[in-house]
């Protein structure tokens, strides 16, 4: 039950996220601007140096080809795949993501209560 909690705590957190870059692309388009906001532009908006930290952390220590020299290779976690995710639209992206947090957690939250309330009536009947 607490982990379904969690879960729509999250998923009602990337809700306020998408309100944010809503409020973020109306005020481009009030401006006559084009484009959109992208999660890298939210990401580096409310936490600028943490950006770039990420980055650092991922390209020297996660990424195996930057940690392993057996690998002779380029890293591949940081600048194709999650830079990648970061120029995606943030407002279809948070929305999205909150929908599916919310209902993954309501449906665990639900089944913890049902399982518990069907343990008690067994209990009952004996």
């Known amino acids: 039950m607490i982990l379904g909690r969690v879960i729509i705590f999250f998923g009602i957190s990337s809700f306020i996220l998408t309100l944010i870059s809503n409020y973020f692309d109306v005020s481009l ?14 990401w580096f908006y409310f936490a600028p140096s943490s950006l770039q930290v990420a ?10 080809c930057s940690s392993l ?27 999205i993501l909150s929908f599916l947090l919310i209902k993954f957690g309501l449906k665990k939250s639900y089944k913890k209560r049902s399982s518990i309330k069907n343990n008690s009536d067994l209990k009952n009947k004996f």
């Not at 388009?29 to 532009?41: A, D, L, P, R, V």
């Not at 057996?70 to 929305?95: E, Y």
Request: aromatic share 14%; net charge negative.
């Open 29 to 42: 388009h009030m401006n006559s601007k084009q484009g959109i906001t992208q999660i890298g532009e939210i």
């Open 55 to 64: 980055e650092a952390i991922v390209s020297r220590y996660i990424d195996p």
């Open 69 to 95: 020299e057996i690998f002779n290779c380029s890293g591949f976690i940081w600048h194709p795949f999650i830079s990648s995710i970061l120029n995606l639209p943030a407002a279809p992206f948070f929305a």
